[in-house]
């Protein structure tokens, strides 16, 4: 039987979490741990993106409560989206775009860590429901989308194809090519500590060389044709 005062739904990218707004913080933590405790054999180690809807939340609440998602499900909250910030909600209509584009439907799709010294490679977009660790290695002949924080290696448009674009929720790659340019940061660190914020971006080609951008509607429609181009950093 649902508690009243949570009511869990899934979305594109994650868990959609409705809390009470008329009830103590701490039934709405304890009811939390309890749906997540008798639902936890369905998550199976997942790797999510989370909304808390229907009541603000201080700080230290949140942190509650993906404290209790993570420990009784198992669940890793790779990112906690704030409804309230412009940019949050279009990196969500990204994802949305992107689903109406095809853009993922015909992804080879990997859920989970992609860890040092692992290899993903696909004729395809590649899809990553997780991290990509420093290096890890994701090269596809599409576009390469991390729901998660990524420090390794990636490659979109392996083929030569600079159409293609990378994006993640933390794009901070130790190596990016996209076709036949490159673009290098100073990441070197061989585990993801968490210590990076979420700052959703994606990277395209853009006059001969890389562009990067928010993650947003607005770089959807840039990329589309659907809008004028901003600078480049």
């Known amino acids: 039987m649902q508690h009243s005062s949570v009511l869990v739904k899934s979305n594109p990218y994650g868990l959609t979490i409705y809390l009470d707004a008329g009830l103590p913080f701490e039934q709405i933590l ?3 741990r309890d749906h997540f405790r008798r639902t936890a054999r369905f998550f199976k180690n997942a790797r999510i993106a989370l909304v808390f809807r229907g009541r603000t939340l201080t700080p230290e609440e949140e942190h509650d409560l993906v404290d209790a998602v993570t420990e009784e499900a198992g669940i890793r909250v790779i990112c906690v989206i704030d409804e309230s910030e412009d940019h949050a909600k279009e990196s969500r209509e990204v994802i949305e775009q992107a689903m109406s584009r095809d853009i993922v439907h015909n992804a080879k799709v990997y859920m989970g860590t992609l860890s040092h010294g ?9 899809l990553i429901l997780g991290d990509v660790d420093p290096g890890a290695v994701v090269v596809a002949a599409g576009n390469v989308l991390v729901m998660g924080c990524c420090m390794g290696s990636i490659t979109a448009g392996a083929n030569g194809n600079r159409e293609c674009f990378a994006a993640a929720l933390t794009l901070l790659p130790s190596h990016l090519r996209i076709a036949d340019r490159t673009a ?6 061989r585990t993801n500590t968490g210590e990076y914020p979420v700052n959703p971006r994606i990277a395209y080609f853009r006059e001969d060389h890389l562009a990067f951008l928010p ?19």
């Not at 692992?118 to 590649?126: G, H, K, L, Y």
């Not at 947003?216 to 600078?231: P, Q, V």
């Open 30 to 32: 304890a009811d939390t």
């Open 215 to 233: 993650l947003g509607a607005a770089a959807f429609g840039m990329l589309y044709g659907e809008g004028d181009r901003e600078d480049s950093e």
């Open 184 to 189: 290098v940061t100073a990441i070197t660190k």
């Open 118 to 126: 692992m290899r993903f490679e696909t004729d395809r977009t590649a």
